[in-house]
T-cell receptor, first 113, second 115 residues
């Protein structure tokens, strides 16, 4: 079974621009979560989608948003990019039950100049 | 508030030596605990998890972890480290809001292996 895939793997943007990252979960998985990883703050939870609905949300500003499609693929969008948004963005999927393990993708490395 | 503490930022061990990575958590209910490993430029790979039952959990790559409720700890161990184990290790606790949980991670412990 194919793992979690994320596209693109690397991205360079400038301040003020917006960006969209994509995540395809493991086949059959209905939950997708997004995390931001930075050297200073570590790994932080952004939000989780299940059956096209946001089910859980971390403590990030409204510039960070996401959505999930009927095939469980998910996108996250960051508007008005700031230098501090430079990070590795990780997507994780699971089958949807609360005890299911989250499986992570390789991440998208976003650099904001 | 829920939190995970990994006291050691960086550990260096010799190849073949034993390893213990420390993890302490703060969570009011019965925790669901995880150890993940991350190689440079890669995502996170699950090593093992604890939900309930036997407090000694076996994982992949020869790792094990022991849940100690009295100490709020979930330390990761390996009896003999291989050079390929050099990576960053993250302990996490699952926190539930609504019907599904998100993970709260520790800051990670970077493991270096000396030949």
């Amino acid at each position: 079974k194919a793992g979690v895939t994320q596209t693109p793997r690397y991205l360079i943007k400038t301040r003020g621009q917006q960006v969209t990252l994509s995540c395809s979960p493991i086949s059959g998985h209905r939950s997708v979560s997004w995390y931001q990883q930075t050297p200073g703050q570590g790994l932080q939870f952004l939000f989780e989608y299940f059956s096209e609905t946001q089910r859980n949300k971390g403590n990030f500003p409204g510039r960070f948003s996401g959505r999930q499609f009927s095939n469980s693929r998910s996108e996250m969008n960051v508007s008005t990019l700031e230098l501090g948004d430079s990070a590795l963005y990780l997507c994780a999927s699971n089958a949807g039950d609360r005890t299911d393990t989250q499986y992570f993708g390789p991440g998208t490395r976003l650099t904001v100049l | 508030a829920q939190s995970v503490t990994q006291p050691d930022i960086h550990i260096t061990v010799s190849e073949g030596a034993s390893l213990e990575l420390r993890c302490n958590y703060s969570y009011g209910a019965t925790p669901y605990l995880f150890w993940y490993v991350q190689s440079p430029g890669q995502g996170l790979q699950l090593l093992l998890k604890y939900f309930s039952g036997d407090t000694l959990v076996q994982g992949i790559k020869g790792f094990e972890a022991e849940f100690k409720r009295s100490q709020s700890s979930f330390n990761l161990r390996k009896p003999s480290v291989h050079w390929s184990d050099a990576a960053e290790y993250f302990c996490a606790v699952a926190v539930y809001g609504g019907s599904q949980g998100n993970l709260i991670f520790g800051k990670g412990t970077k493991l270096s292996v000396k030949p």
